[in-house]
């Protein structure tokens, strides 16, 4: 049974669901998302593993920590202060999209020790990326202001489903997420925006990389997302990279079977490699 509670985070209430029981996986959603965009997902895959799903700083029904900076420092230092806080110290399982990418990579080079396996879903962690049209403008003083005063649920609605593929998200799953897309929310966006120059990413994504080649790591890349082009899916180095020619941004909204079998399978993975480690690991008695 899913349960939705409040724990409070570098002196912020943040909200989340917990569901299941066994490998603690956290799941890191995207703009303008909140942790519902993991629904279906978690649905499938919690019966082998405890899932995790925050609303991060400022969506949803989290607050922002006072004094939080939009830096992969601080992305990093907030996770591992929601995991602390949820009593969690075994390695986990990590799955992430769009700007939860930044937050749960960040998070994972910094704490290489703490990563049972990663997924990767659309999301930027590259240097030589650059802000698709809505970031640009949202970068832009005034006028990122006004395209969130006049972001209307129609405009909304064309947005997520022209840049989804063959499997559009549901009008309900839609009106919900503007449901959800509040003022505060939307300075919240500006702000993600605004602070994170991927320029930033130089030397976090080489770390990535070797990280990812260590550990059972996935990318699942919807093709036809139009905001970061698919070229990217094969940069962060992952073990394995599957590509949805029909899908597009939101993966685990258009395709969750299909996300939820390749989950599983690098959950799986993920276990077994951890156990040959330990059992690979020098006998301190001796």
């Not at 993991?38 to 700083?57: E, F, K, T």
């Not at 700007?99 to 910094?110: E, K, N, S």
């Not at 049972?116 to 240097?127: D, E, H, L, Y």
Request: glycine share 8%.
């Amino acid at each position: 049974m899913e349960a939705t509670m409040f724990v409070s985070v570098q002196g912020a209430k943040i909200h989340f669901t917990d569901s299941g029981k066994g490998i603690p996986t956290l799941f890191l959603h995207g703009i303008p998302d909140s942790h519902a965009v993991w629904d279906n997902v978690i649905a499938a895959v919690g019966g082998s593993c405890r899932c995790i799903a925050p609303d991060l700083p400022g969506f949803g029904q989290s607050e922002v920590p006072e004094g939080f900076q939009v830096t992969l420092t601080q992305m990093a230092d907030f996770v591992d202060a929601f995991l602390v806080a949820l009593g969690i110290t075994e390695p986990a399982h990590l799955v992430v999209h769009d700007i939860g990418g930044p937050y749960g990579l960040a998070w994972a080079v910094r704490h290489q020790d703490k990563i049972r396996s990663i997924a990767i879903m659309n999301t930027v962690f590259q240097s030589e990326y650059r802000w698709h049209r809505y970031g640009r403008i949202c970068r832009t003083p005034i006028l990122g202001e006004l395209l969130q005063v006049l972001t209307s649920q129609s405009g909304l609605t064309r947005a997520m489903r022209s840049n989804s593929g063959m499997n559009k998200p549901s009008r309900a799953h839609i009106n919900a997420t503007y449901r959800d897309f509040t003022g505060s929310v939307r300075r919240m966006v500006l702000r993600l925006y605004r602070g994170l120059d991927p320029e930033k990413f130089a030397q976090w994504d080489v770390r990535l990389r070797a990280l990812a080649a260590r550990v059972p790591s996935l990318v699942i890349w919807g093709d036809r997302d139009t905001y970061i082009g698919h070229a990217f899916a094969d940069r962060f180095g992952a073990t394995q990279v599957i590509h949805l020619a029909q899908c597009g941004h939101w993966p685990m909204i258009e395709m969750p079977e299909s996300v939820s079998g390749h989950l599983l399978k690098l959950f799986a993975n993920g276990m077994s490699t951890r156990q040959e480690a330990v059992a690979d690991a020098p006998d301190a008695s001796t």
